[in-house]
Structures are given as C-alpha cells and as structure tokens.
C-alpha cells in the first residue's frame, strides 16, 4: 500500500464500530444504519416503529407531550454530539450510515401530526423520505450550510448540519402535510 494514506481514508460502518461506542450506537439508529441498501429510508422506518412503541408506552394527553417535548430536546443535543462524534470516527463529514437525524425528524413529525392512523403516518413517512432524499429548495440550501470547506476538519458544524437539513425536510414535510390537511377538509 505504498502511497495511500490510510489514516485519513474513510472508514466503514460495521457492527464492530456500531457496538464500539455510544454515540455509534446512537448515529447508527441502533444498526439501521447499517442496512447496504437505502439505510436512510431503513433507519426511518425504524423511526416509525420506535415511535409507534414508546407512543404506546407513554401514551396520551399532557403528561405525555411533556416526555416526548424532553425527549426530543435531549434527542437533538445527543444527537449533535453523536452524529459529529460518528463522522469523525469514519472520516466522513455527512455519512450515509448515520441515521439519527432522519429517526430524531420523523418522531418530531409524527409527534406534532399525532394523532394519525397508519395511512397519515405512511403519508407523513413518504413525504419526509421525498424532502430528504431529494433536498428541494431550503432543504438543498440546509445541506450546503455546514459542508466542509477545503482544509477544515470535521466538527461540531458538521454533526449540526447533519441534524439541521433533516430538521428542515421535516418542516417543509411538515407544510405540505397542513396543506393537504386542509385541502381535504
């Protein structure tokens, strides 16, 4: 391997990794991440079945809004933290495998839209996948906003930016969610 520089080339995601530090665990979705094909859409999938089993645990009414608030304040901070945390660990400034900003997007979604049967939640899923995935307009601009720039290292800006863009395809899915919503009614 002459000539390669193998202290700066990215690194893979694999179970050893994922199992080697919380905050790999956490980026990961738990190994959803993980998945070789389409983890993004594996690891919002695995979104909205954790939502759907802590929304049975914690249940209904004031009390529960109050957890879920908390828990997605302390979601977005830890998140912060383990995405940036991740994509130093890879040598990857915006990894595929790190799913956290796409499970931490949609539990913010459904939370707000809740409640909604299968087909609102299918619906809600599908448009945030369409707005992450193809980044149109402030979702675009949220990607670029925390890149690299050429000689910089990976840091606190990057984790943000990994959690911010998502954070804005969840707020645009969002939109068009109060649109339909009130073109059906």
């Given at each position: 391997?002459s000539?390669?520089?193998?202290?700066?080339?990215?690194?893979?995601a694999?179970?050893?990794?994922?199992?080697?530090?919380p905050?790999h665990?956490?980026?990961?979705?738990?190994g959803?991440?993980?998945?070789?094909?389409?983890?993004?859409?594996?690891?919002t999938?695995?979104?909205?079945?954790?939502?759907l089993?802590?929304?049975?645990?914690?249940?209904?009414g004031?009390?529960?809004?109050?957890?879920?608030a908390g828990?997605?304040?302390?979601?977005?901070?830890?998140g912060?933290w383990?995405?940036?945390?991740?994509?130093?660990?890879l040598?990857v400034?915006d990894p595929?495998?790190?799913v956290?900003?796409?499970?931490?997007?949609?539990?913010?979604?459904?939370w707000?839209?809740?409640?909604l049967?299968?087909?609102?939640?299918l619906?809600?899923?599908?448009?945030f996948?369409?707005?992450?995935?193809?980044?149109p307009g402030?979702?675009?601009?949220?990607?670029q906003?925390f890149?690299?720039?050429?000689g910089?290292?990976i840091?606190?800006?990057q984790g943000?930016?990994?959690?911010?863009?998502?954070?804005?395809?969840?707020?645009?899915?969002?939109?068009?969610?109060?649109?339909?919503?009130?073109?059906?009614n």
């Amino acid at each position: 391997m002459s000539g390669v520089n193998t202290m700066n080339a990215p690194r893979r995601a694999t179970v050893a990794l994922l199992l080697s530090h919380p905050a790999h665990f956490i980026a990961f979705g738990a190994g959803s991440g993980l998945s070789p094909v389409a983890p993004g859409t594996v690891g919002t999938l695995w979104a909205w079945l954790s939502f759907l089993v802590m929304q049975h645990w914690l249940g209904t009414g004031p009390q529960a809004d109050l957890i879920w608030a908390g828990i997605l304040i302390l979601g977005w901070l830890v998140g912060c933290w383990a995405c940036t945390h991740t994509a130093r660990s890879l040598r990857v400034s915006d990894p595929g495998s790190v799913v956290w900003d796409e499970i931490w997007a949609l539990w913010l979604m459904l939370w707000i839209l809740s409640p909604l049967d299968w087909r609102g939640q299918l619906l809600a899923f599908a448009t945030f996948r369409f707005f992450d995935v193809v980044k149109p307009g402030p979702v675009g601009w949220a990607d670029q906003l925390f890149k690299l720039k050429p000689g910089q290292q990976i840091g606190w800006a990057q984790g943000l930016g990994i959690m911010f863009d998502d954070l804005v395809a969840a707020l645009c899915a969002l939109v068009v969610m109060a649109v339909i919503a009130v073109t059906l009614n």
